[in-house]
Each structure stands twice: as C-alpha cells, then as structure tokens.
C-alpha cells in the first residue's frame, strides 16, 4: 500500500433499529444503563472518503456532501477522524475529505449519525492497516456515542451497559417498513425527562436463547416479555407523534406484523414482518393514508452480517 498516493474509499453506513430498549438504572456520571437489541438495517447512508499524505505534519479535513449543514466541532465523522488520527502511532500529516451522501433522516433513533461514525473509524482501520488496536477502536468509539461500538461489527445483537458491552446474534432477520414522521425527538430530553422508566427489570439474554434459535419465537417473545421505555415519554411530550404513531399502527396490524415499535428515542417508527407480501400491503396501506402524508417511510430489511 503507497500511502503517499491518493486513496479513495467507500462503504454502506447502516441505520438500526431497537427491537426492544430497556433502562435498568443510572451510573454516577449520568450514563444511562441499557440492555436493547439493536439490527443493522438495509436503509443506510453512503460515506467516501479520500485520504493523501500532506507535507504540513498537520491533519487537514474537509467535509462535502449532506452534513455540511452541521457544525464542524459536533460533527461525528469529524470527530471520528481526528480521533483516529490522534490514537494512531501514524502521524497526523494526512489531508482528508468525508462526503456522506445521506438516505437516513436524522433525529429519527435510527443511529444514523453514530453509524457515520463509525464507518469513517472502520475505513480508516482498514486503510491504514489495524494502526489501532481493536479495544482502542471501541474506545474511540465509546468516546463519540453510546451507539458507534454497535457499527464496528456486523451483526444484530443484544447490546447492555451503556451500549459497550455487544452480544453478536446472528438468526434475526425480517421485512421492514420505517416510518419517520415529522418531527423530531431530541434524545437528551427524551433521556432526561423525570418520567422516564430508569429501573426495567434486568433482561437476561439466556431469555433469548432458545427462542433466537427460531427468528418467529424471538419475535413472540419480545412482544410478550419488552418494550421500549422511550415510547411512553415520547408520546407524553409529543401529541402529535402518538397520533401518528396510532394511525401507522391501524395501518399496518391488519397484516399480522411481528413487532410494531418506535426505534431508539425516536421519532421513527416501524413494523417487522415475516413475509415480503405483508410488508408490500403494509407499505400500500401506509401509502394510503392522509395523515402519514408528511412524513417518509421507507422499505428495508434486518441486514444479515
């Protein structure tokens, strides 16, 4: 590999989806302490990057594409780079230019920020040859959001701690609408209200264990056994998203979905089914309705790994 040379790179940047979101309690330092089941998704961003050595000993980056509308210093694939940079043993005399062309609606609980950043973190790993440990790539991560160690690998999982501590699962799949009304919910407030459920019972993932084995048991266990506590306090503080939420759910339980929920913190929302046929009435019925007109909906699935 001649590093001197340009080098253009490129990869798919997945948004998530929570199957379930529990809070089971609150560290000192004001982490909030999760246990979720996150699944990378077939609806994504696209992230490319060209990389050169520059003679400055400085580290140049620069931005095209659809986040230049975001602030530079709260930028996530900004941050990510020069985070890289600084833990790799490389030197920093590199010029970087990030475009991210965007599919994922932002402010959704879709991950699609942290995903972002955790690509850049993995393009620059592979270009530069594992310059950085594993656990340091984790840490990096970490550092920029609770979500962006979930990116660094492939698979669905169930994700505890504040997100660090990732449980690959790999028999999770299904047809997906997402729909993302609009309107946003800003996570530190979802996060912050004193409403909020900070003591679920403690899920272990042996719960899962036999029902994964089979992707329509774990389903039905889901439903039955969790929720996603950020539902309730978003659909206090927001009328209008629980009247949305209430017309996407008429909409799409006629087709015998295996899970409806909102993502996340929010504001997106979704329907899993077995089927392709379910999802397409699904997706026709939504279509269909005048009070979803303003929103986006989306047509995707679990991504396997």
């Excluded at 001197?4 to 529990?22: D, R």
């Excluded at 077939?42 to 230049?68: H, K």
């Amino acid at each position: 590999m001649n590093l001197n040379s340009l080098a253009e790179l490129s990869a798919f940047s997945p948004a998530k989806i929570n199957l379930f979101l529990h809070i089971t309690g609150r560290r000192a330092d004001g982490y909030h302490l999760l246990q979720s089941i996150f699944c990378p998704i077939t609806l994504g961003d696209q992230v490319s990057m060209s990389v050169q050595t520059n003679s400055s000993g400085e580290l140049v980056v620069q931005r095209s594409g659809d986040l230049v509308h975001i602030p530079e210093e709260i930028d996530l694939t900004v941050r990510a780079c020069k985070a890289y940079y600084a833990n790799a043993n490389i030197g920093m005399g590199y010029s970087v230019t990030i475009h991210v062309r965007k599919q994922v609606p932002e402010q959704a609980g879709l991950g699609g920020g942290s995903s972002n950043a955790a690509t850049v973190l993995r393009l620059l790993q592979q270009h530069h040859e594992q310059a950085v440990t594993p656990e340091q790539l984790i840490a990096i991560g970490q550092a920029l959001g609770a979500d962006v160690p979930f990116f660094l690998q492939d698979s669905s999982a169930f994700v505890e701690g504040i997100g660090e501590v990732i449980t690959p699962i790999q028999s999770v799949s299904g047809h997906l609408i997402v729909y993302k009304p609009p309107l946003s919910c800003p996570t530190p407030k979802i996060f912050s209200d004193p409403q909020l459920t900070r003591n679920s019972s403690d899920v272990k993932i042996a719960v899962f264990d036999s029902a994964r084995r089979m992707n329509s048991e774990l389903m039905a266990c889901l439903q039955a056994n969790t929720q996603n506590v950020l539902q309730a306090v978003v659909a206090r503080n927001y009328p209008e998203w629980e009247q949305q939420f209430g017309v996407f759910s008429n909409c799409v339980a006629r087709f015998n979905p295996q899970l409806i929920r909102m993502s996340g913190s929010g504001s997106a929302m979704f329907a899993l089914f077995a089927s392709p046929s379910q999802l397409s009435n699904a997706m026709a019925a939504v279509a269909d309705a005048p009070e979803l007109q303003r929103g986006q909906w989306f047509e995707c699935k679990v991504k396997s790994s």
